[in-house]
């Protein structure tokens, strides 16, 4: 039921705006449009340890990165997720993501329209990226005066050292978005578990969270914050991933008992 009754309303709702089904694929469902040349999506996750809650992401090619719903609505949710006990819930759940897409949603896309040049990570800095991230850390910690990942003493320096790094070229911040980027993802790691991997076949470089199986492109997210010059959101985005998985947790203890704990494999 599930699958048709989100193509089913989101069709009807979204559909004068001009958002038409396109696929689905790993657990989401992707809804888009073209407004001059650009692409626009909306995507609608769902729990992928069961079938309780939605996910909504908007995301416009010129904007580089997708948005959630409490970004979206700057902190009017309070949470990213729309949960549901029954199918009636569910229906209503569907309606109000739809409500927020298009009271918020398309109005942010439409302003984040216009194109701009786009900085991708070269192939060496995600290669850089992945064999050095452990020595690449290590070595911060000790220019900062830090002997250990505490997010309380690494935060504010990153949130500095990322703001310093405004006013350069692409090319003159590579390196230093290289290494924040490594400090930023072991801070993640060290919170919440996760690896690194690499593909080598899209080179790309990103953290794995072993049990919400989850890829996390640090490297692009950096890049991407450093080009909107928003150190602001960078700091908002990592409190965002770990407090999101944390819920998600607790979430999980509710319905399967305190004793349950993520796979670690």
């Given at each position: 039921m599930s699958r048709s009754i989100v193509v089913k309303i989101m069709e009807k709702r979204l559909g004068e705006y001009g958002f038409r089904y396109e696929k689905y694929e790993a657990c989401r469902w992707t809804f888009s449009r073209e407004i001059e040349?650009?692409?626009?999506?909306?995507?609608i996750q769902k729990d992928i340890w069961g079938d309780s809650s939605y996910i909504l992401e908007v995301y416009a090619s010129a904007l580089g990165r997708s948005l959630r719903v409490r970004e979206l609505t700057n902190g009017k949710?309070?949470?990213?997720?729309?949960?549901?006990?029954?199918d009636d819930?569910?229906?209503?759940?569907?309606?109000?993501i739809a409500d927020v897409v298009i009271q918020y949603?398309?109005?942010?896309?439409?302003?984040r329209n216009k194109p701009v040049k786009r900085y991708d990570p070269t192939d060496i800095m995600y290669q850089k990226l992945y064999e050095d991230q452990e020595i690449l850390t290590q070595n911060y910690l000790r220019k900062c005066n830090i002997s250990q990942l505490s997010e309380k003493d690494i935060l504010?320096?990153?949130?500095?050292?990322?703001?310093?790094?405004?006013d350069k070229t692409y090319e003159q911040a590579q390196e230093k978005l290289v290494e924040l980027s490594a400090v930023y993802g072991n801070l993640i790691?060290?919170?919440i578990g996760g690896q690194w991997r690499y593909d080598k076949t899209r080179k790309d470089t990103c953290l794995c969270s072993?049990?919400?199986y989850v890829y996390y492109p640090v490297l692009g997210l950096i890049v991407s914050y450093w080009q909107a010059k928003?150190?602001?959101?960078?700091?908002?985005n990592y409190m965002d991933t770990v407090l999101g998985y944390e819920e998600w947790v607790l979430q999980c203890k509710q319905v399967y008992g305190e004793k349950w704990e993520p796979t670690k494999e």
């Open positions: 040349g650009i692409k626009q999506k909306v995507v949710y309070t949470s990213d997720y729309f949960e549901f006990k029954n819930e569910r229906v209503a759940v569907l309606n109000e949603g398309i109005a942010e896309l439409n302003k504010p320096m990153l949130k500095k050292d990322f703001e310093e790094c405004y790691i060290n919170r072993k049990p919400l928003n150190a602001e959101e960078m700091i908002k």
